[in-house]
């Protein structure tokens, strides 16, 4: 197989915007959204970053990853196997839903030809233990296991490009986190000076430690300055409040932007209330990562795309 950037041609650099919001510029912030959800229509966002090496790693073999109901990197996964000729298989978290009819999400992965296997939440909880990848081993032979949201030494190292992408034109680079794979690149990419800002949208503390070991396996040690802030998890993930919709709805109508649920409002929400705390010194260039692009379904309770 080619290498995945020639035959899908990505946008990359992806664009960086700034735009004028007066929340900002009355704090001397300049906000610039780097415009990651452009960088492919049917791979948008950190997606093509976190899977183009693995990708490459698989050299056209069966690819088996891991996600919810409508994760969006299982639909990102079947658009590569479909675009660019190589199986793929999708571990999805619920056996309850093998016997119901496909939502949307998985109708799309099934019609981009990513064969389904549902297996029990329990059993989802243990994905990465030896027994349930064994399992798995046995039932479909040799393939290229890409864990869930596509986090690991590969795609950290593929997210070091977006880090480069933004040497010299921002202070805070800054993304909503899920598995933290992202963070992880973004920071190792970072010139000197720089320094990367993670929004966690689940609860639960783990993600300091997750980044830690990515960036051990993927750079042999500490990469770049990042840290994180905890507070704008909103619930929990997928969860939203009618403050952070109102917030969305608002951001869409000043700036023209559809603002994705899960994690770009989260971000976006995180850096206007820090800019309004002074977290940001006057001057300071903060660019916002935008991920990707709105659910296919208005409820956003997507899936485990992080």
Known sequence: ?????????????????????????????TLLLKRDDLIHPDLPGNKWRKL?????????????????????HLRATAAAGRLLGFPTIGVVRGDELAHR???????????DGMRLHFVDRTTYRAKASPEVLEGLLRLYGDVEVVPEGGSNALAAQGCAALGRELRGYTDVAAV?????????????????????????????????????????????????????????????YARTTPELDAFAADFEDRHGLPVERVYVAKLLFALTALTEEGAFAPGTRVSAVITGTPDVRGSQESSVSR
């Not at 009819?101 to 019609?111: E, F, G, M, V």
């Open 1 to 29: 197989m080619n290498r995945p950037e020639t035959l899908l041609r990505p946008r990359v650099p992806s664009p960086l915007q700034e735009v004028r919001d007066d929340r900002f510029a009355r704090r001397g912030i």
């Open 52 to 72: 183009a090496l693995n990708l490459e790693a698989a050299a056209g073999r069966t690819v088996l990853t891991f996600g919810g109901a409508y994760s969006n």
């Open 101 to 111: 009819p496909l939502n949307p999400s998985l109708a799309r992965c099934a019609a």
């Open 176 to 236: 909503a986190c899920g598995t933290g794979g992202t963070l992880a690149g973004l920071a190792a990419g970072l010139a000197e000076g720089q320094r990367a800002l993670g929004v966690p949208v689940l609860r639960g503390g783990f993600l300091g430690a997750a980044v830690t070991a990515l960036q051990d396996e993927a750079f042999g040690g500490p990469a770049g300055n990042w840290s994180l802030d905890e507070r704008f998890t909103f619930g929990g």
